[in-house]
């Protein structure tokens, strides 16, 4: 990495436009929306779906960490499957600790939370910045303003167009 292309916060510009934004991205449309539903299904106390929930989301959370290390690889389902099943990615290892959502009480959905907590915080430290929530009655104008806004500065620097992973999960 060029440390000469570095900003205040870390963030190498081509990193942030191309693998950064990708991860952005689908943090905007997997981890929030999985998030979103947790916390709904903490709100109704149904503790088995808030457990899949959280499933859901360490799973959307370990693939965005795939993309901030430069996956650009179509997901196919097995292997991202054995990826979950053996990496030593820390969202990983928390889905494979999960407690089963068959059956579970507050407690087993109180640790799940807690695990996806831990990793939301973790992966939004890692993202050079926050798509605004895509789950509103309002739409997502602004969340598509940025996305037109990263392809044109990317366009201008020569770089490929980006690969926006729009089927979530």
């Known amino acids: 990495m060029d440390l000469g292309s570095l900003n205040d ?19 905007a449309l997997s981890v929030q929306s999985a998030v979103d539903d947790l916390e709904a299904a ?22 965005c960490r795939r993309l901030t290390n430069g996956f650009a690889g179509q997901l196919v ?7 979950l099943a053996v990496s030593e990615d820390s969202a990983a290892a928390a889905l494979r600790s999960l407690p089963s959502g068959v059956g579970a009480g507050r407690s087993e959905a109180e640790t799940a939370i807690a695990l996806v907590e831990r ?3 973790l992966i939004r430290g890692e993202l050079p910045f926050e798509v605004p929530v895509s789950r509103t009655p309002e739409g997502a104008r602004r969340s598509m303003r940025i996305s037109a ?4 500065w ?5 770089l490929q167009d980006l690969g926006w992973r729009q089927d979530g999960l």
Not at 10 to 27: C, D, F, K, P, R
Not at 42 to 63: F, G, H, K, N, Q
Not at 149 to 152: E, I, P, Q, Y
């Open 119 to 121: 990793e939301d915080a």
């Open 42 to 63: 903490r709100t109704a106390e149904d503790w088995p779906l808030c457990v899949e929930s959280c499933s859901m989301a360490l799973r959307a959370i370990s693939l």
């Open 9 to 27: 916060e870390g963030h190498n510009a081509t990193w942030a436009i191309t693998h950064g934004a990708n991860a952005a991205w689908q943090y």
């Open 77 to 83: 389902d097995a292997e991202f499957e054995l990826f």
């Open 154 to 158: 990317g366009r201008e620097r020569g």
């Open 149 to 152: 806004t990263l392809v044109k």
